[in-house]
Structure formats: C-alpha cells, structure tokens
C-alpha cells in the first residue's frame, strides 16, 4: 500500500499539524541540515553529540577559573555520563569550579504543587548534586551555596534567581529536546506556558507545569510503570531561554534504545520549522547557540509503511 493514497490528520495533541510543515521537515536531507543563521544558532552533525557536549562543558568550567570568572549555567538533569567525565578531567587537570553557578533546569512535583526533595529516589536535582557537584574533587568543588535546586521556597522567584545571579540571565544553557518538543518541562499545551501570542509566551518564567502526556511516557523510560512517574514538574521557562547568552544542546538517539522516528522528527520540528509556542525548544533558533546532532539522528526517515513486520 502506497501511504500517499491513504490521507489522515495528526492527532490533536501533537505539537505541529500542518502536513506543509511536517513534509519540509521530514524531507531534509544528510546534506541539507547544517547551518548557522543570523542569531549565530549553528547546527553541526557530528558521531557522538554526548562527547562534543562534554568537551564543551569541561572548556566552560576551565575558563571561569583561569579567567577567574562568574559563569552561570543551567544545567539539564540527568546527564550523568557529561557530569562525570567533564569533572572527572577537571579533578585530573586541576581546574576548579569553584566560579561556577549552578541551576536545575527542572524538577518533579505533586499534584498539589509540592517539589520532589532531592532525597526522593528519582529527584532531578538530587541527581544532579550527586553526578556533577559531588563527582568534585573537594578542593575543586563549586560551594553549596551557588548550586541552585527547586524547592517549595523558591519556586516562584527562580526565574528572578537566575537573572540575579548572571546580572540578567544565564550565560549558558545546556539542554536535549523532549519527544514533544520541549526543552526542560516547557510543554507545550499546558495551563503554565498557556499564552496568546509567541511574544507573550517568550515572557513566561519558571513555575510549576502540568506536564503533557508525551512527557509523562517519556520520563517513564525503560521501566513502562507510568503510574509510577510523575504528572507534574516544576521548570524554568521560555523567558529564561530568551535571557541566557548561549545555548548548548545535543540531538541523539537513546532515550528508550533503537530506531525511533519520533526523535528523529521533533529533531527536525524544532531544528527547521517554524518558530512556535506549539514546538518550544524552537526558540532556540532565536539565540546564540550550537545543536550537536548525531549521525544517527540525521538519517533519513522511513515511512512506516516500508518497515517490516
């Protein structure tokens, strides 16, 4: 069966649902996808994104301490392999993080708005302060006081921490894109980021998210139980996206192992279609930054009706 001859509409719920928008991102090729645009947000392929992130977040680290500069960064969670190989190189070669400012992009919540503590099993920031902060040696490690992590205290000024902190945003984020095309917990459809218009929306800061079910069984993972994750989360916002002064992503298959067709398109959604409030993370292409995309991830992508069964 030919899928042209079969026409359907995407379900109302996923993010982009003009075909015209979906047919341009779907057809990009290998060649056609690496380009820097007018606001210096450059796309490069290269084998392993996840190396390429780690390299520049360990060049980071190293020149706020031999500049001896206050570096602010949002910190995605959790990126275990990163953190520990980039501080691993800074306990081998010395190099203190000690001017580093640290913020948990996100954090699980209940339904009643309450944050997950960071001694809760599965809590964003208790896995950071062990795979970045406490993977320090100690004479190198950043003080406690500048490693930043949602609690029910500061939920609501978060977003004004961090603009604080950098003297008006961020100078780095660090993210991955999400399977509906959010960046942290910036999910599209939800009563926090609900705005009329993408200037509005670009506005929003941190607060607590009724996450999208995209999410929902994305965060599941491996273990399938989705009764067992949670609903809700508390997150940075678009306007924090806006502030920071670079920007740091990294586009590769692994969430859930193998061929997956759906990273590879929101990939595509965010990298080359339009900027939206419907894909978030597409407000990158606004900013300065550089997107890592793997090899893999820039494979073409096949249509179901030529996968065997």
């Known amino acids: 069966m030919n899928r042209n001859l079969f026409d359907f509409a995407p379900p109302a719920w996923f993010p982009i649902q003009d075909k015209n ?57 959790s990126w275990r392999t990163v953190y520990t190989a980039a501080v691993e190189m800074c306990n081998k070669y010395n190099v203190s993080g ?21 001694t809760y099993g599965r809590s964003l920031g208790g896995s950071f302060l062990r795979e970045f902060w406490l993977a320090f040696r100690e004479d190198l490690r950043p003080p406690l006081s500048q490693i930043h992590y949602y609690t029910n205290e500061n939920i609501d000024h978060y977003s004004d921490l961090i603009d604080e902190t950098g003297d008006g945003g961020a100078d780095l984020i660090i993210s991955a894109t999400g399977w509906v095309g959010h960046t942290a917990f910036i999910d599209p459809g939800t009563r926090k980021f609900a705005a009329d218009t993408l200037e509005e929306f670009m506005q929003l800061p941190a607060g607590f998210v009724d996450n999208h079910r995209l999410t929902v069984i994305q965060n599941c993972g491996t273990a ?46 965010q990298l080359y279609g339009p900027v939206c409030k419907e894909v978030p993370a597409s407000l990158y292409q606004l900013t300065k930054g550089t997107i890592y995309v793997s090899e893999e991830m820039a494979q073409p992508i096949q249509p179901l009706d030529l996968i065997a069964y």
């Open 21 to 77: 928008v979906l047919e341009h991102c779907r057809n990009i090729r290998r060649e056609e996808m690496e380009y820097t645009n007018e606001n210096g947000y450059s796309i490069r392929v290269v084998p392993h994104p996840c190396s390429a992130i780690t390299i520049e977040l360990f060049n980071w680290i190293w020149r706020s301490d031999v500049e001896n500069k206050k570096t602010v960064i949002i910190f995605p969670n």
């Open 98 to 118: 000690r001017n580093i400012h640290a913020f948990c992009m996100d954090e699980y919540a209940d339904e009643n708005g309450n944050v997950a503590p960071i």
């Open 224 to 269: 399938g139980d989705l009764y067992h994750c949670p609903r809700y989360s508390v997150s940075i916002g678009p306007r924090d996206v806006m502030h920071a002064r670079d920007h740091l992503e990294r586009h590769d298959l692994g969430y859930l192992g193998g061929y997956s067709s759906w990273e590879r398109m929101v990939s595509r959604l």
